[in-house]
């Protein structure tokens, strides 16, 4: 299995709103990611989870709230977004990189977000 | 720092005619690379990636890739396309810091446009 599943595919939620977008593994990875991609551009890393613990937040808004539950999922929590927020949010997972043991990050299909 | 210059946004081509997308990396460190693709409302998928070894890579779908560190590049290479390899092509690096969870960073993507 490897697969990333992301739920939803689809969201559309005002700015008001508080919502979840969800990730789930079952390759064993022990590190999981969250990224932010808009139209015709290259997915920007969000945040990095490595062995359940935060290890890299690249300066996002504290309007995006990551959360790691357990080794095999990860939820991003959304609250008074704007509407440039808009985007496709991709979640990866892969092995903890090591010194020079280095991995791939496998992808999931990714949550189509539009906010109003 | 490391980063990846792809300097073709659109690279149009033929069906069946061979094709070449550019990637070009900058680092001081060792570096990982890879190229993923990305189809019309779909996540990534991992194409090929060069970590260490034999400087030609070959992937699925009949892609390869050769490292070659003297002129810092890891060009994308197919003998014969189809009309289905249409999509987005990003080449990513991730470089070794000794830590764990290296960033992945992505170049600004190649269109594929292949014509009938």
């Known amino acids: 299995d490897t697969e990333v599943t992301q739920t939803p595919k689809h969201l559309v939620m005002g700015m008001t709103n508080k919502k979840s977008l969800k990730c789930e593994q079952h390759m064993g990875h022990r590190a999981m990611y969250w990224y932010k991609q808009k139209a015709k551009k290259p997915p920007e890393l969000m945040f990095v989870y490595s062995y359940e613990k935060l290890s890299i937040n690249e300066s996002v808004p504290s309007r995006f709230s990551p959360e790691c539950p357990n080794s095999s999922l990860l939820n991003l929590h959304l609250h008074a977004l704007q509407p440039e927020d808009s985007a496709l949010y991709l979640c990866a997972s892969s092995h903890p990189d090591r010194g020079l043991l280095v991995t791939e990050a496998f992808f999931g299909q990714g949550t189509r977000l539009t906010v109003v | 720092a490391q980063s990846v210059t792809q300097l073709d946004s659109q690279v149009p081509v033929f069906e069946e005619a061979p094709v070449e997308l550019r990637c070009n990396y900058s680092?001081?460190?060792?570096?990982?690379l890879f190229w993923y693709v990305q189809y019309p409302n779909q996540g990534l998928q991992l194409l090929l990636k060069y970590l260490s070894g034999s400087t030609l890579v070959k992937g699925i779908n009949g892609f390869e890739a050769e490292f070659n560190k003297s002129q810092t590049s890891f060009h994308l290479r197919k003998p014969s396309v189809h009309i289905s390899d249409t999509a987005e092509y990003f080449c990513?690096?991730?470089?070794?810091?000794?830590?764990?969870?290296?960033?992945?960073?992505f170049g600004t993507g190649t269109l594929l446009a292949v014509q009938p």
């Open positions: 990513a690096v991730k470089g070794s810091y000794g830590g764990a969870t290296n960033k992945l960073i």
């Open positions: 680092s001081s460190v060792s570096v990982y």
